[in-house]
């Protein structure tokens, strides 16, 4: 670097470490804000006292610039239901980085369609095409029929990086099993994320065939459009992320249901900004039917009303964390109960509020909220994760009975 000093004045050790950070880039993912949580059971239940059980917690954290991206730290809850957080590593490590490895022809020339990219340059791209392909083969294929097409090249080439947009915005990341989970980071990657990754809701989603592995929706921002897209993930060490597709795929809060529902996937959303909608599909990656199921009642919910996170099954039904805005913006946690065999009949509802930002939770990032993106059931308790006024997080408990009980 001392070639690119103005003088030869020997500089401070304060000065060569910002000179030294600025050159390497250092960036402070979390320097703004840690907030947004979300809770799920952690892959690894070994070596664990009775009554314990490890769990994953994912968090927002927004760095320099007002760039979001998602990072984890891991934990103990104990039969008393005390939490333990595992101290995080100083530093993230950057993960290996490639498009999807293998695209599936069908599933692409779909998503083609739902963009009203499905014409007849890109099925004659597709068709030169293995049912399975790379991101290399795509490319070379598209620059083939580019070349077929020279005299409507300036039509079409919008068209080409349309669908690289598209091809990129499907990726994964891998890290190694030496890399602590709080080391681990999953940083904007795809085009449609490159302001950043926002409040994954993270679910254990159990097949059908007793398997189980870890979805979380969020959302993609890339600076002037906000799109839901889903992250895949069996151990928290190779993350898939794919697009969603068809009309029912919009605005943010998409929370998937813990496992399939009478044979379909089954997912909560807010479409308008204001209620709380229901969806099945039977492909997990296009959604096309809605309908509302929960309408703001109460004061405390009556600007705009949301989830706060995937349902929990209970054997009273399915119990869901909501986020009600009323007056002056401020955000409170409330809870719903739905039928277990037709989570479209609303079966319970806490009139008050569960969570409201105290005198102590009021001033952060975004003053004036609590919120939260997934919560577990342990020992017959709730265990809420929530942030605090967009900045910080903490945990609450509340016996499942007693939480229960207190719905009209």
């Given amino acids: 670097m001392r070639c690119y000093l103005p003088t030869d004045t020997p500089l401070s050790e304060n000065r060569q470490l910002l000179v030294g950070a600025y050159f390497t880039q250092e960036y402070a993912l979390e320097s703004a804000a840690l907030f947004n949580p979300s809770m799920v059971w952690h892959p690894n239940q070994s070596n664990l006292a009775a009554g314990s059980r490890r769990f994953v917690l994912s968090l927002r954290a927004v760095g320099e610039g007002h760039t979001s991206s998602v990072t984890f730290r891991s934990g103990v809850i104990d039969g008393d239901n005390q939490l333990s957080i595992d101290g995080p590593t100083k530093f993230v490590t950057t993960p290996e980085f490639v498009p999807d490895a293998v695209y599936d022809k069908e599933l692409f020339f779909r998503k083609l369609a739902e963009l009203d990219l499905g014409n007849p340059f890109t099925g004659h791209v597709l068709s030169k095409l293995a049912s399975a392909f790379t991101l290399d083969q795509l490319d070379t ?118 496992r399939m529902v009478n044979g379909r996937y089954a997912m909560l959303s807010r479409q308008d900004g204001e209620h709380l909608y229901l969806m099945y599909s ?8 809605k309908e509302i199921i929960v ?8 600007v705009q009303m949301g989830n706060c996170g995937s349902p929990i099954e209970t054997d009273s039904g399915w119990l869901v964390l909501t986020h009600g805005v009323g007056p002056m913006r401020k955000y409170c ?75 009209i």
């Fill in 141 to 258: 294929s598209l620059k083939s029929c580019l070349r077929e097409y020279r005299s409507q090249h300036h039509e079409l080439a919008p068209i080409v990086e349309k669908v690289i947009t598209l091809a990129k915005s499907n990726y994964e990341i891998t890290y190694l099993p030496d890399h602590e989970l709080s080391e681990r980071l999953i940083f904007p990657f795809g085009p449609t994320e490159t302001n950043g990754i926002e409040d994954a809701r993270f679910v254990q989603f159990q097949e059908e065939d007793g398997s189980s592995q870890y979805y979380a929706t969020y959302s993609a921002y890339d600076g002037k459009m906000v799109l839901p897209q889903l992250l895949e993930t069996k151990d928290f060490l190779r993350f898939k992320m794919h697009t969603l597709n068809g009309p029912a795929i919009s605005d943010k809060g998409l929370a998937l249901f813990p």
């Fill in 282 to 289: 039977d492909m997990l990656y296009f959604w096309y039917a």
């Fill in 295 to 302: 309408k703001p009642t109460f004061p405390w919910e009556f």
């Fill in 333 to 407: 946690i409330g809870a719903i109960l739905l039928d277990l065999d037709d989570p479209s009949r609303l079966i319970g509802r806490l009139k008050e509020p569960l969570l409201t930002p105290n005198e102590n939770e009021r001033e952060g990032y975004v003053p004036n909220v609590v919120y939260s993106c997934g919560s577990v059931i342990h020992n017959g308790h709730l265990v809420l994760p929530y942030a605090m006024s967009d900045y910080a997080t903490t945990f609450a408990t509340v016996p499942v009975d007693k939480l229960l009980s207190s719905m």
